[in-house]
């Protein structure tokens, strides 16, 4: 089974408008941390926001929030007032227990258009 | 801001050669780790390294893959004898306990990546 789910491959979003990027999960450890980060078209890895399994509010960071709905195992980031420059591809991924390792999903590629 | 350099940014390489990515960690980060995303796939774990040691690997780390940190400030990852299907962005990364976000998140700050191009 997957550990990391993005069904969507591609979304599209109008400028100034908010949008919510899917990511569900699957881990039997009851403590891990999830991720996002933000891939754009030049490559590098950026981090976006950071959810813990025991943190009991929803993180945010500035026009991202992440809802984190543990009963279902899901952690969409949602991004307000898209800008031209949040065009990229987009990963969730966590990390279980006290590994060290990321373990990501596909990712979906947002377009954000005028 | 600190960052996590990454050199070459692009190899091309023959099949057979063997390959050395470098990486500078941001300087107080304790854990580092390479990652590889052949094109249009998702991220993988290669392998993570801490107190001079490897902590974890990935089954895709065999023993053509070797990691070093020769001094205070490079990491660098080994490809004995290059592969095709060693084709690949390869991203070095580092972290601190509790370096951002929340406390004991441990995020990891990616490298710009360098890209391997085995002939």
């Known amino acids: 089974a997957q550990k990391i789910t993005q069904t969507q491959p591609g979304m599209f979003v109008q400028e100034k408008e908010a949008v919510t990027l899917d990511c569900t999960y699957d881990t039997s450890d009851p403590s891990y941390g999830l991720f996002w980060y933000k891939q754009p078209s030049s490559g590098e890895m950026i981090f976006l926001i950071y959810?813990?399994?025991?943190?009991?509010q929803n993180a945010t960071e500035g026009r991202y929030s992440l809802n984190f709905q543990k009963a279902r195992k899901s952690a969409n980031l949602v991004i307000s007032a898209s800008q031209l420059g949040d065009s990229a591809m987009y990963f969730c991924a966590m990390r279980e227990g006290i590994t060290d390792k990321l373990i990501f999903g596909t990712g979906t590629r947002l377009q954000v258009f005028p | 801001e600190p960052e996590v350099t990454q050199t070459p940014s692009h190899q091309v390489t023959q099949m057979g050669q063997e390959v050395i990515l470098r990486c500078v960690p941001i300087s107080n980060h304790l854990y580092f780790y390479w990652y590889r995303q052949i094109l249009g796939q998702k991220v993988e774990f290669l392998v993570s390294?801490?107190?001079?040691?490897?902590?974890?690997k990935s089954e895709i780390f065999d023993d053509q893959f070797s990691v070093e940190r020769p001094d205070g400030s490079n990491f660098t990852l080994k490809i004995r004898s290059t592969k095709l299907e060693d084709s690949a962005m390869y991203f070095c990364?580092?972290?601190?306990?509790?370096?951002?976000?929340?406390?004991?998140?441990?995020?990891?700050?990616f490298g710009a990546g360098s890209r391997l191009t085995v002939l």
């Open positions: 959810q813990g399994s025991y943190d009991q």
């Open positions: 390294f801490y107190n001079n040691e490897i902590s974890e």
């Open positions: 990364a580092s972290s601190g306990p509790g370096v951002a976000g929340r406390s004991g998140a441990n995020v990891l700050t």
